[in-house]
Structures are given as structure tokens and as C-alpha cells.
């Protein structure tokens, strides 16, 4: 009797325990997919929120690209195309998944497991909305927003409000006289208000997208050109606050309204803007981050500047501008940098701005995995961080910046992102 009365307790006892582990796991789970950072506790890893940069040029008859290049056409062409254009060069990428539609909900689904798999907590994706229009949104709108599996990786944008040139691929005559102007990142006011109302309305209230503290996060790439289309800082600032208004009208505490920032320019459509400190407090931004490590860096050995070299110069950077400026800064770690693929490859390939330009080098698997620790480090160290940053990126092929697998390297990149970040 005894016997069975211990044996009783001890079967009570263990299910009582798998029902706590059970309760603990689905916990965790549910802390996960629901990304709304708790500043409690900004120093705890568990807390550390990893978003990826996420360009929608790789799925076909965008109606812009059928128009200047061809049904049929996406990025994806560039990244087939791509040679070899000096010694040691490693060109093409291949992609392990082929050259997929991302507008397929079922690709997408595909992307979001291994980014979830993975210790990627939220996608941000370049997006692109002009006068007559949003430009590439069926990645988000066809593929994102319809894979049944959006709950496991949370999204948000990026507006992506720099001019878009022709530059896909650019050729050396072009540059010279400067490349064509295609479609302008200076939209007018009632394009702003348009895209206020499609935002909220299409995407902020999706319960998948990311919010800090409750708090939707919409970043803008480029503050100067944000500002030319209200023609001042007074009339910016009111703009500003009417989107906030709009809003907390749809049930929100608030925006976390973030700026992309840099002190040196990439694209040839973009500017360097001055007190950036100063002027983005005034316009009523929440938070800065930055895109890309060259914002902030001159790669300055041809063809090919070391990865470490590039890395430590940027997280001097981060210090500087995460002890000036008021705002909270959100880091980034970049994967590499190879603009080749947009370069015209029957020109030379010479050092005289974007996309001819230095390439990053020695970005190993091995050599990201220590800038991800180095970012785990600072993040601990700095805390107005709020634990937060991004990675330079998840699919930019033809910037030579992606975690997605190629032939070469498998899943390392990703693997890199789990093991350092992972649960």
C-alpha cells in the first residue's frame, strides 16, 4: 500500500513538473512573438530584439520593372550576371533556394521559418512609396502578409524615400553624367498624407508588426529629403505630429518614429545632414539607427577593404554617437559589402563611387560571428541602446550584404545569428 502510495506521488510529481516545463515553454514562445520591448530590465540578453533589413527587388512584374526593363525582370538578373572582377573575386553568389519569387506566399513562409529558426525576431523592409504610387510592395503585401506563418517573425518598414536612379546596372558612362532620375524621393504633401493613412490602415493595426513598448516603429531613410517636402523645419515638425496624432487616433500610445542616420553618403541621390543631434530632437523623432557600416566609413583600400578593419571603425562610431546624441541609438552589424553586381560588367571596374567601389573582405561566417558578439557586448555596456539593433541584411545580393544561404556558405550566417542570439 505504501509502495503504491509513493508510487503514486512520484507519477503526480513528475506530471506536475512536465505541466510546469510545458507552461514554461509555451512562455517563452509566447514572449517571442510578441516582440514589444520591455525596458525593465534593458541589460537582461534574454531582452535583445535582432531586426534584419529585408530589399524587395527579388520577385517579377513589379509593374515600374516591367516598364523600364521587361516582364520577367527582377534583381535576381544582376545576381546571375555577376563575374569575377578581380583577382580573388568572389562572384557569382548563388542562392541555395534558387532565384525565387518572394511574392510567393509559400517562399516567404520559407524565409520566415529560417529567420525565426534562427534568432531573427522582426524584418524590416525597405519600403517605397512615390507620387504615383507604392513601388516593389508585393513582397510584403503578396508574400509577408498572406504566408500563414507571419506570426513567427514580426515586420516593420523602413521608408525607403531616397530618389531611385537608374542604376540597376550602372554603367560608367552614366555615372559621369550622372545617372537618371527615374523617380523622385520628393513627393508632395498629399502624397505624405496618402501614405500616413495606407500605413496605419494596411499595416501598423496587422498584428504581426513590430511595436516597441506598444508603439509601432517607422523609420525614414533620409531625414534631408523628409524635410524638402514641407519646404521647413516648422512645417516638417507639424507634419510630424499630425501623423502621431493619426496614430494614437487608431488606438496607439504613440509612434516610435526613427531616423535612418550616417556621416557619409552611399547612393549618389543622397545628402549628409548637418546638427543631425539637434535637428531630429526638433522634428520629434523617437530613436536613430543606422542602414549599413559604409554609412559611417570611407572604404578606403581597393578592391577589397578588410571586414575587421570596417568593424572597428564603425563600433567607434556607435560609442560616439550612442554617447552624443539624446535620442536612443539602435546599432547594426553588416554582413559585407559588394556592389559589383550593379556595375555594368562589361566596364572596368574602377574606384569612382557607387556601385564601382571598394568591396569589404574576409566577412567570413567565422568574422561576423565575432561582430555579433561584439555587438552582445556593447549592447550590455549601453544600455540607452534599449537593447535593440538590426543586421545589414537579410537579401541585399546585390550589395553583397545577405544572410540567406548560397552555395558557398549554407545557412553559416544564420547559424552565426542563432548562436550568439538564439534561445
Not at 557619409?264 to 522634428?283: F, G, H, I
Not at 537579401?395 to 549554407?410: A, R
Amino acid at each position: 500500500m505504501i509502495y503504491l502510495l509513493n508510487k503514486h506521488l512520484i507519477g503526480y510529481a513528475y506530471l506536475c513538473f512536465l505541466l510546469l516545463l510545458l507552461a514554461f515553454q509555451v512562455g517563452c514562445n509566447q514572449r517571442k512573438n510578441n516582440i514589444e520591448l520591455s525596458n525593465d530590465n534593458p541589460n537582461s540578453e534574454a531582452d535583445i530584439t535582432v531586426a534584419c533589413y529585408y530589399f524587395p527587388n527579388y520577385h517579377m512584374n513589379d509593374k515600374r520593372n516591367i516598364v523600364l526593363k521587361g516582364k520577367g525582370w527582377s534583381e535576381w538578373e544582376l545576381v546571375k550576371n555577376a563575374r569575377p572582377r578581380f583577382e580573388g573575386h568572389n562572384q557569382p553568389n548563388i542562392p541555395a533556394w534558387g532565384y525565387t519569387n518572394e511574392s510567393d506566399p509559400k517562399i516567404m513562409a520559407l524565409k520566415i521559418d529560417a529567420a525565426a529558426d534562427h534568432g531573427i525576431d522582426a524584418f524590416i523592409f525597405d519600403w517605397y512609396y512615390y507620387d504615383d504610387g507604392p513601388f516593389l510592395e508585393k513582397c510584403l503585401e503578396e508574400g509577408y502578409l498572406k504566408a500563414e506563418n507571419n506570426n513567427r517573425v514580426k515586420f516593420s518598414l523602413m521608408w525607403a524615400n531616397h530618389s531611385w536612379i537608374d542604376i540597376h546596372p550602372a554603367t560608367l558612362e552614366n555615372l559621369k553624367k550622372g545617372p537618371e532620375l527615374l523617380y523622385s524621393g520628393k513627393i508632395t504633401v498629399e502624397t505624405w498624407e496618402k501614405i500616413t493613412d495606407y500605413i496605419i490602415k494596411n499595416y501598423f493595426l496587422h498584428p504581426s508588426y513590430w511595436k516597441i513598448d506598444g508603439k509601432p516603429y517607422f523609420s525614414i531613410y533620409d531625414v534631408s529629403r523628409f524635410i524638402d517636402i514641407f519646404g521647413s523645419i516648422e512645417a516638417t515638425k507639424d507634419a510630424v505630429a499630425s501623423f502621431r496624432k493619426k496614430v494614437t487616433d487608431s488606438g496607439f500610445s504613440g509612434i516610435n518614429l526613427n531616423a535612418v542616420v550616417w556621416g557619409r553618403t552611399v547612393l549618389p541621390s543622397e545628402e549628409v545632414v548637418d546638427n543631425v543631434n539637434e535637428l531630429v530632437k526638433e522634428l520629434g523623432f523617437n530613436s536613430i539607427t543606422s542602414y549599413v557600416w559604409i554609412h559611417h566609413f570611407q572604404l578606403d583600400e581597393f578592391p577589397v577593404t578588410p571586414y575587421r578593419k570596417v568593424q572597428a571603425k564603425y563600433f567607434e562610431y556607435a560609442k560616439e554617437t550612442t554617447d552624443k546624441f539624446d535620442l536612443p541609438y539602435y546599432p547594426n552589424v553588416t554582413m559585407g559589402w559588394d556592389s559589383s553586381p550593379r556595375a555594368h560588367q562589361d566596364d572596368t571596374y574602377m574606384d569612382i563611387g557607387y556601385p564601382f567601389m571598394a568591396t569589404i573582405g574576409g566577412n567570413t561566417p567565422e568574422a561576423f560571428k565575432k561582430a555579433l558578439m561584439e555587438m552582445k557586448e556593447f549592447l550590455k555596456n549601453n544600455p540607452s541602446c534599449e537593447n535593440i539593433f538590426n543586421i545589414n541584411c537579410w537579401n541585399e545580393w546585390t550589395e553583397g550584404s545577405y544572410l540567406e544561404p548560397d552555395l558557398q556558405n549554407g545557412m553559416a550566417y544564420l547559424e552565426a545569428v542563432k548562436e550568439v542570439f538564439g534561445e
